[in-house]
């Protein structure tokens, strides 16, 4: 570079400065004290965005919190990892040990249990009963978390035991289910001539002690030991149920088992069903809310365009005194992020003590009415109240950006003379 | 002697409903660094027109404006804004305010638009209003003080980076004799050997004794009285 040229970069460094300028923290400290001189229509426009923000999280929320009341009733957590096999044509395709070895080396597979049921006949008092009889094992019954009517668990321990359910009860013509408990009965389980094995002649007759008596299905049934059909080299089982290591998994291993020729269905598409219902449920609700976080962003607007008008000679004096365009932009989009901000986070505050309040009057209800179990009818996750506040941070960014843009624009000499 | 501000053939016309307006007549004059100029001349000569047009804020229609060597307009407006920041203080006659803030965080603004961390701008901005006498009012909102006592304010905001150029329009002019000769001294206070350069517009006859460089203007054309000779009456 020549001298001649320095001289005149030096000169003018030492007319502009070094490469500097307002420092992030006190452009912050400028806007919210701008915010917090105006207190009343400060205050007044938070409301009206807390109004409205907490309008949508307390209807999102009511909207998640039924989906998750309706999901828990149709799946607890367990059962969403499971996977229902059924034989789409038994005599082309067996559910049989090597089968289910198969299955088992599948990717995030943690257990198979499989059902084998056969019609059956009981001998009870000399009355015969007919019953359809599930040989499965204690994965099975504790997957499908029956409801204990009498007993002290759905035990399966050996081939000796059974458990009945209520309608089986009925048809023996017994009221009270503890008094079936430990009862003998001689049980018939018929097995068709082209699915017996090899050297087995006639049906299986066995004698089992009732253990426990349970809530399923509308008619008569037994669950009995798997051991019972596998000990007498019987293979080929009706259905099976797979408990996945992680439900994200479920739809992809449904759609490899199925792939194998096997009709599957599992309680996780039921809930992504759930899910599609209250997901349209939540779009209602967001419109519903919408209505009031439309107002809040007018109220908003509103703010800030008289704020722009009052101030338009401490702009001209800020410019004056060599804030950039970009600064005073920044100004005004800080204080506007600043009012949105406080309002979100108020506005989930609010929603979530109104929840409280809702919750606290429907659990005081039902129990008035006998029903002691507490429940809640909102759920606030986490990923909602954060998408919440920081939507609602940008939401300020929109709501700016007309008065910024006409902030920094401004003539300085026109903004003086206000 | 070296000119800190030099205009050259300076024209400035504003549109009206019906042609334009020349406020400016190709004007030529310059400011002595360290000198005390006044812009005498009667309201609607084009005094504040030149003022703003130091200050980078009103492009001349033709004609060069130099300050310290440098054509100012052939800067970008953000490079204007920051010149505002480092080389030039203003005061003016009627004051203006960041209402939200204290009177020492008025006074540090001009430091913290030039990056200054918030600490080393109020320890300066507190010298500043020292000078001033006025620190009982540090923490206060500058709205409450009275006219002479916001004007000091002013000039402690004007001086607090210590700017090569304080322009001044019509700082006395809403004060009463009192006040606007506290107000002058501290203006010319600023001045003389090794200090900063003061341009001051007014119409006050009595103040030209002050002066060193005397720019008279009327009708958009200037005559300059030079007297300067490296001191300060």
């Known amino acids: 570079m020549s001298k001649k040229n320095q001289a005149s970069d030096d000169r003018k460094t030492a007319l502009v400065g070094e490469n500097d300028s307002i420092r992030p923290t006190i452009l912050v400290r400028i806007a919210f004290s701008n915010l917090f001189y105006k207190k009343l229509r400060t205050t007044l426009t938070v409301i009206g965005v807390v109004v409205g923000i907490g309008a949508v999280v307390f209807l999102l929320a009511f909207g998640y919190g039924l989906r998750n009341l309706v999901t828990k009733q149709v799946v607890d957590s367990n059962s969403i990892r499971t996977i229902d096999i059924n034989q789409a044509n038994p005599t082309l395709l067996a559910l049989d040990t090597a089968t289910e070895e198969k299955i088992e080396a599948f990717n995030d597979v943690e257990s198979v249990s499989r059902v084998f049921s056969y019609a059956g006949q009981v001998n009870y008092n000399n009355s015969k009963t007919g019953v359809v009889v599930f040989g499965t094992d204690q994965q099975y019954m504790d997957l499908n978390a029956f409801a204990l009517t009498a007993g002290k668990g759905v035990s399966l321990k050996d081939s000796t035991t059974a458990v009945a359910n209520t309608s089986f009860l009925k048809a023996i013509g017994i009221k009270d289910p503890q008094k079936l408990l430990n009862q003998k009965i001689d049980l018939t389980i018929q097995i068709p001539k082209d699915l017996r094995p090899e050297g087995m002649e006639g049906d299986i007759e066995s004698s089992l002690k009732i253990v426990s008596v349970v809530e399923s299905g509308s008619g008569s049934e037994l669950f009995v030991s798997s051991s019972v059909f596998t000990d007498r080299n019987i293979d080929t089982a009706s259905q099976a149920k797979i408990l996945v290591s992680n439900k994200e998994a479920v739809g992809d291993l449904q759609k490899r088992i199925a792939s194998l020729g096997f009709t599957t269905a599992s309680p996780y598409d039921t809930v992504a069903q759930i899910d599609q219902v209250f997901g349209v449920l939540n779009y209602i609700f967001l419109g519903f809310g919408g209505i009031g976080l439309v107002i809040a962003v007018l109220g908003m607007f509103n703010t800030l365009t008289i704020t722009l008008l009052e101030r338009t000679k401490e702009i001209g004096l800020m410019r004056t005194l060599g804030a950039r365009k970009k600064d005073i932009r920044r100004l005004f989009v800080l204080e506007s992020m600043g009012l949105s901000f406080l309002g979100g986070t108020f506005g989930v505050l609010t929603a979530m003590a109104m929840s409280k309040g809702v919750d606290g009057f429907l659990n005081s209800l039902a129990g008035s009415r006998g029903l002691n179990e507490s429940i809640s009818v909102f759920s606030f996750q986490t990923s909602l109240v954060s998408q919440v506040i920081i939507g609602s941070a940008f939401l300020g960014l929109v709501v700016v950006y007309f008065p910024a843009r006409r902030a920094a624009k401004m003539s300085v000499i026109d903004a003086l003379k206000g | ?233």
């Not at chain 2, 024209?11 to 310059?30: A, M, Q, R, W, Y």
């Not at chain 2, 007014?202 to 103040?207: G, Q, R």
């Open chain 2, 1 to 233: 002697m070296t000119n800190l501000i030099e205009f050259q053939d300076v024209s400035k016309s504003f549109p009206v409903k019906h042609g334009t307006v020349d406020v400016l007549k190709n004007i030529n004059f310059t400011v002595p660094k360290g000198s005390f100029t006044i812009l005498f001349g009667p309201s609607g000569s084009g005094k504040s027109t030149i003022l703003n047009t130091i200050l980078g804020l009103e492009p001349p229609t033709s004609g060069q404006v130099q300050v310290n060597d440098v054509d100012l307009y052939s800067l970008s407006s953000d490079q204007r804004a920051k010149f505002r920041t480092h080389f030039v203080g203003m005061v003016t006659q009627d004051n203006y305010w960041v209402n939200s803030l204290s009177v020492i965080d008025n006074v540090a603004l001009p430091l913290y638009l030039c990056g200054y961390r918030r600490m080393k701008a109020r320890k300066l901005a507190k010298k500043s209003v020292e000078n001033v006498h006025l620190e009982r009012y540090l923490n206060s909102q500058p709205t409450v003080l009275s006219g002479g006592e916001q004007q000091r304010i002013s000039v402690a905001r004007a001086t607090v980076k210590s700017p090569e150029i304080l322009i001044a329009d019509e700082p006395t002019g809403n004060l009463d004799t009192k006040s606007g000769n506290e107000v002058l001294n501290l203006l010319i206070s600023q001045t003389g050997n090794g200090a900063g350069t003061v341009v001051m517009v007014t119409h006050n006859p009595e103040f030209l004794d002050y002066a060193n460089n005397i720019l008279h203007i009327k009708d958009g054309v200037i005559t300059q009285e030079n007297n300067y000779d490296g001191e300060v009456k």
